[in-house]
């Protein structure tokens, strides 16, 4: 039998069922500061801020599952914009608190860091805002509605902005267990309270993967949208999703698991013959962006069984180098899911698992459950073997035209043509970077430029399509070398962010077919290789003009056919005349000045991973190999189209 925390032994459940009463739900402070400072509690008031009160709902739910008492939750948003969760778990207690005198339920609802994961048998392992998460999300709500199927009876308690609006009120006879939470976001606190559907979809279908059986479905009464999710493959079948537009060196994915000092640990990986690393960290359900112990363990065991295996298998001779950890991981697909009953994680956010405890713990499972894999599967290990050596061979190459791109001469590139035009100031927070289209926007841009903090790199052509090429090729393009030279901070793990000579690196591409071409191969460059100069929100998209709409004297520039519609309606389609931009290049510098590079005038959109996985798959079916998903992208998004250029 599978062994981990959401399969425990009867004996267990009965125990946890028993002790998880109105005395596990533990207070340490009130709910005031949650509205005075809503930022320091869900990251933002942003999207991303809106959308962390669904997933600290869900993770309830979850927690529920680790536990071993939910197997099904339904997510849904309704007609009014209101979100439910609904579980099946053992519902959370509503006996009177010993120490306050209030409905247990209340408690958790209303009291920061009050719930059954401070200590006591309520949870062996939980996810969420360490413990904040229930009831930060009542205090953000405008109102907020609980329900809960207990003891034969279905409980109900309303909430207005935190505090409770009735008494619980028992509504009668109930069959089952479980918790329904209903809330409506305060637009007092979040700029806008619009629930996206994808983006809630994406992390269900990421907890259904990292939670092997465990049902999720999700209803969007608003437009009849539904998907669900259920996944007993768990992170094998997540592994297989991610790989899914790859050309695999092997099949199914490697996997291993065990239990130990309390902790568990499970791996999945795939190699591919792309050139690019996947490694995904979860610890209790929380993706850790930026890794951590569990990461580096697992790193280090890859690293030092894949370089022993190619030794005794001969693929490695006596006085060659060892592979580099680079070498091994190049064409990974991994997950790696770790669940501990005391996760220390560093920041408000939980992006890094720092127990130093799991280092050692998963470089012993992944030791020993890889070796043992390799050995008994030597085909695969050949293939992993020599996909490596290739890969160090290439690393070589790239470390030689790496160093073209570290040499002073590179920056003294200003004065030749189609090159960098720098500005003056050296404050890279006043610096702006335009990377334009072609020598003739470039030759516009220059023109039209505030030369004090404003930096022009026009480029020739298109750059390389990194999804496809190792290191080696990359760098040997002229363009890619000129823009990380340009840029400061190098790239992959020589990046350096305090060295980004720019802090707005502004992508200005013509409004066409291949502009936009340019402009995907440019963000799949900096998410594969700089990626953090996208989380530190340094790159943006300019925004040039559609139209110039003229009537007598009066000019207007408008940046999209829904502008264009609505103005023409309010000044009428007489006596005017419409241009149609298609490339800077039809503008003179001081238009494109004026309405693309002013600062008091211009629009810029900032470019944003929220999800990173999603983004993966985003740039492997737009840039990779394989056409058959891309024509089912196009296909599936064609709808969205707003212009469309035609060629012939």
């Given amino acids: 039998m599978d062994s981990g925390p959401n399969n425990r032994s009867r004996e267990e459940l009965e125990k946890a069922r028993a002790a998880y009463d109105a005395s596990q739900i533990q207070i340490l402070e009130g709910l005031e500061a949650v509205r005075r400072r809503p930022s320091m509690y869900i990251g933002s008031t942003g999207p991303r801020g809106l959308h962390q009160l669904v997933y600290e709902v869900v993770d309830n739910s979850v927690d529920e599952a680790l536990a071993g008492f939910c197997t099904e939750i339904n997510v849904i948003i309704r007609e009014d914009g209101s979100m439910s969760v609904v579980d099946n778990g053992r519902g959370i207690p509503v006996g009177i608190h010993p120490k306050v005198g209030r409905p247990a339920v209340e408690v958790a609802l209303t009291m920061l860091h009050a719930g059954g994961k401070f200590g006591g048998e309520g949870y062996k392992v939980s996810g969420g805002l360490h413990g904040v998460g229930v009831s930060v999300v009542n205090a953000l709500s405008v109102w907020l509605e609980v329900e809960v199927k207990q003891e034969g009876a279905l409980w109900f308690q309303r909430y207005e902005r935190g505090k409770p609006v009735t008494d619980l009120i028992n509504k009668g006879p109930a069959t089952g267990t479980g918790t329904t939470i209903t809330f409506f976001p305060d637009a007092e606190v979040f700029e806008d309270i619009s629930f996206d559907y994808d983006t809630i979809a994406q992390r269900l279908r990421e907890l259904a993967f990292l939670n092997a059986g465990l049902a999720i479905s999700f209803d969007d009464h608003r437009n009849g949208n539904s998907v669900a999710f259920r996944y007993d493959g768990g992170i094998k079948s997540f592994v297989e999703h991610l790989s899914k537009n790859k050309d695999v060196l092997h099949s199914p994915p490697i996997y291993f698991k065990d239990e130990r000092e309390g902790a568990w640990v499970e791996i999945a990986l795939q190699y591919n013959d792309g050139y690019i690393e996947n490694i995904y ?148 927070a006043l610096a702006e970077l335009f990377i334009v289209e072609g020598d003739s926007a470039g030759g516009s841009a220059k023109q039209g430029r505030d030369r004090r903090f404003q930096a022009i790199l026009p480029l020739r052509g298109k750059i390389i399509n990194v999804e496809k090429a190792r290191m080696d090729k990359i760098l040997a393009h002229e363009e890619v070398r000129t823009l990380i030279t340009a840029v400061g901070t190098g790239i992959s793990d020589e990046f350096d962010l305090d060295k980004a000579r720019y802090h707005k690196i502004i992508i200005m591409t013509d409004a066409d077919v291949d502009g936009a071409h340019i402009r995907t191969l440019l963000l799949t460059f900096f998410f594969r290789y700089m990626p953090k100069l996208l989380e530190a929100g340094y790159v943006y998209a300019a925004q040039p003009p559609l139209y110039l709409v003229k009537k007598g004297k009066t000019e207007k520039y408008l940046y999209s056919d829904a502008e264009l519609e609505k103005y023409l309606g309010e000044i009428g389609r007489s006596g005017i005349a419409v241009q149609r931009y298609k490339g800077l290049g039809e503008m003179n510098y001081e238009q494109l000045a004026d309405t693309t590079m002013d600062q008091n005038n211009r629009t810029l959109l900032q470019v944003n991973v929220e999800d990173a996985i999603a983004a993966d798959e985003i740039f492997t079916i737009l840039m990779g190999d394989k056409v058959e998903p891309r024509r089912d992208f196009i296909e599936r998004h064609a709808h969205e189209v707003k212009n469309l250029d035609t060629i012939g």
């Fill in 281 to 428: 960290s979860f610890a209790n359900n929380i993706h850790t962006h930026e890794g951590g112990t569990h990461e580096t363990g697992f790193k280090t065991a890859l690293t030092r069984v894949i370089n022993d295996y190619a030794r005794k298998a001969g693929l490695i001779k006596g006085a060659e180098e060892n592979l580099s950890g680079d070498d091994v991981r190049e064409g990974l697909v991994a997950i790696i899911n770790v669940r501990l009953t005391n996760p220390q994680f560093e920041g408000q956010t939980k992006t890094k698992l720092g127990n130093s405890e799991m280092a050692g713990l998963v470089n012993s499972v992944v030791g020993e459950g890889l070796a043992t894999f390799l050995e008994e599967n030597p085909a695969v290990g050949r293939k992993v073997v020599e996909k490596s050596v290739t890969a160090a061979r290439a690393r070589e190459a790239a470390r030689k035209a790496r160093e073209l791109t570290r040499r002073k001469s590179a920056l003294e590139i200003t004065a030749l043509p189609g090159k960098l035009t720098d500005c003056s100031v050296r404050d890279p």
